[in-house]
């Protein structure tokens, strides 16, 4: 219980007393150099060709549940059909995906399908992309998942309050040209801030979680559980899917000496695999990970290890039961736009912002100096290559998370850095600015926001229009 506590306490002040004196010296850090470099949309690892012409069809309802993290701590919350994590939804790529969702709390919500290239009036922004599904209401979602991979749903009425509670779920879009696993498990983290009582803490979006990294919990659950185990023969091969749905907090994955692949970010397969120790999941990241047991009887622990000290997030034992060790290449997507450059133009540029006052006295966090509702517009060119820039004066961190589109990092404090692999979501340390490459490839109003959902609460979101 104690290292949350410092976690909290100490190092966001530290973080908040740093920040104003960094703020001016960083954007003279930045020289524009020339855009002469294309990237086609066809080069990309996704489009949006295949339709098997299936329909899968789901019912999903949000109310009120009691849930049990350990043996203390239980109490009424939030929920998708009674349970947290919400239902896993597994459908094949190309299917039409249908979800007939009936809204049985007393409070408006929606559902956004983090990371599906949906129809935009599919995505589930209230006031952007469709009213506020009202308590009492229905709403049918449709779309055709395009992409294989691991993503999730939640809600995107005071996400901070929602998803806290418990209002997220998987859904795992597989592709039949991809290996098959003989354990192919999706592994949701998320953390809770529970009180000595055992109880959930509501309160929500308090001053303080907002004008620092958000809402950390002290409770880390996997898929519901507090440190639970799996289990796996020697020489098996498995695939997880980590999705973080935490409110804020991000780990970093420590694997011990378990031998792992990294082989999707956000829910794209990557170019190139690569190590996954050390990989920063942010809120709303996922990472899919290729585990080869070993030929032994042995214990694994999973850590995270994001704040500098160790969390244990559960435990593979691999047992005695050994299977033929199976030998297919690890999956790795066909094409890969070459997004390697270093002189290139920025064509849009947000500017992130936290802890300033608001006309209310509250705090808000702003995006090129508006809080959501309001907003700079701001768009992009369908098809064509462009640069998007995040820049953070601050020590807080901003997992910036775009609707409907993939974009690669290209560079972080103007230094080039080539990330083998594609994301929805991309975490902006304190101080830091990251230059994303681009090509979108469905139109509409996409919500760009911080993930940290209290940030996001306190206005750091904007809406980019894709014409
Ligand atoms: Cu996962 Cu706009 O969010
Ligand atoms: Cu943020």
Same mark, same amino acid.
């Given at each position: 219980m104690k290292k949350y506590v410092v976690l909290l306490v100490v190092l966001p002040f530290v973080g908040f007393i740093a920040g104003s004196l960094v703020t001016n010296t960083f954007e003279n850090r930045y020289i524009p150099g020339n855009n002469d470099i294309s990237v086609n949309a066809a080069d990309l690892p996704y489009d949006n060709t295949v339709k098997t012409g299936t329909i899968k069809e789901f019912d999903l309802s949000a109310s009120t549940a009691t849930i049990q993290l350990n043996d203390n701590d239980r109490f009424e919350t939030w929920a998708y059909n009674g349970q947290v994590p919400g239902p896993e939804l597994r459908v094949e790529k190309g299917d039409t995906v249908r979800i007939n969702f009936t809204n049985n709390l007393l409070v408006d919500t929606t559902i956004h399908f983090h990371g599906i290239r949906v129809p935009n009036k599919m995505d589930g922004v209230p006031? /952007?992309?469709?009213?506020?599904?009202?308590?009492?209401?229905?709403?049918? &979602?449709?779309?055709?998942?395009? $992409?294989?991979?691991?993503?999730?749903?939640?809600?995107?009425?005071?996400? *901070?309050?929602?998803?806290?509670?418990?209002?997220? !779920?998987?859904?795992? /879009?597989?592709?039949?040209?991809?290996?098959?696993?003989?354990? =192919?498990?999706?592994?949701?983290?998320?953390?809770?801030?529970?009180?000595?009582?055992?109880?959930?803490?509501? *309160?929500?979006?308090?001053?303080? $979680?907002?004008?620092?990294?958000?809402?950390?919990?002290?409770?880390?659950?996997?898929?519901?559980?507090?440190?639970?185990?799996?289990?796996?023969?020697?020489?098996?091969? #498995?695939?997880?899917?980590?999705?973080?749905?935490?409110?804020?907090? @991000? &780990?970093?994955?420590?694997? !011990?000496?378990?031998?792992?692949?990294?082989?999707?970010? %956000? !829910? @794209?397969? #990557?170019? =190139?695999?690569?190590?996954? *120790?050390?990989?920063?999941?942010?809120?709303?990241?996922?990472? $899919?990970?290729?585990?080869?047991?070993?030929?032994?009887?042995?214990?694994?622990?999973?850590? =995270?290890?994001?704040?500098?000290?160790?969390? $244990?997030?559960?435990?593979?034992?691999?047992?005695?039961?050994?299977?033929?060790?199976?030998?297919?290449?690890?999956?790795?997507?066909?094409?890969?736009? %070459?997004?390697?450059?270093?002189? &290139?133009? /920025? %064509?849009?540029?947000?500017a992130l912002d936290q802890g300033g006052m608001g006309m209310m006295h509250n705090i808000v966090a702003t995006i090129n100096g508006q809080a959501y509702p309001n907003y700079q517009e701001s768009s992009l060119s369908k098809n064509e290559f462009q640069v998007i820039r995040f820049s953070n004066p601050s020590a807080r961190i901003h997992p910036m998370h775009l609707h409907g589109q993939f974009f690669k990092v290209i560079a972080r404090n103007g230094v080039s850095v080539d990330e083998p692999f594609m994301r929805d979501t991309v975490l902006v340390h304190g101080f830091e600015t990251v230059d994303v490459g681009i090509v979108p490839i469905d139109g509409g109003d996409w919500a760009l926001h911080c993930h940290i959902l209290e940030h996001a609460e306190a206005g750091m979101m904007t809406v980019v229009e894709v014409k």
């Open positions: 006031d /952007v992309t469709q009213t506020p599904i009202q308590s009492g209401e229905t709403f049918t &979602y449709e779309f055709v998942a395009h $992409d294989a991979g691991t993503f999730w749903y939640h809600p995107h009425v005071r996400g *901070n309050e929602q998803v806290e509670r418990g209002l997220y !779920g998987t859904i795992v /879009v597989e592709d039949p040209n991809e290996p098959s696993y003989s354990q =192919d498990k999706v592994i949701v983290i998320d953390d809770w801030r529970i009180l000595a009582n055992g109880k959930l803490d509501e *309160n929500f979006n308090n001053m303080h $979680d907002i004008g620092h990294d958000g809402r950390w919990g002290n409770v880390i659950t996997i898929n519901g559980y507090v440190l639970p185990e799996m289990n796996i023969s020697s020489n098996e091969r #498995v695939r997880y899917r980590f999705v973080n749905t935490s409110n804020a907090r @991000v &780990y970093t994955l420590d694997f !011990g000496e378990l031998n792992a692949h990294a082989i999707a970010v %956000d !829910g @794209v397969l #990557v170019r =190139d695999t690569f190590d996954p *120790n050390g990989f920063e999941l942010a809120p709303g990241n996922r990472l $899919d990970v290729d585990i080869t047991a070993p030929d032994s009887n042995e214990t694994f622990v999973i850590k =995270d290890r994001f704040a500098g000290f160790e969390n $244990d997030l559960f435990v593979v034992h691999v047992g005695e039961e050994r299977v033929d060790l199976q030998n297919f290449e690890l999956p790795q997507a066909e094409k890969y736009p %070459d997004m390697n450059i270093s002189n &290139y133009i /920025v %064509d849009r540029e947000y």
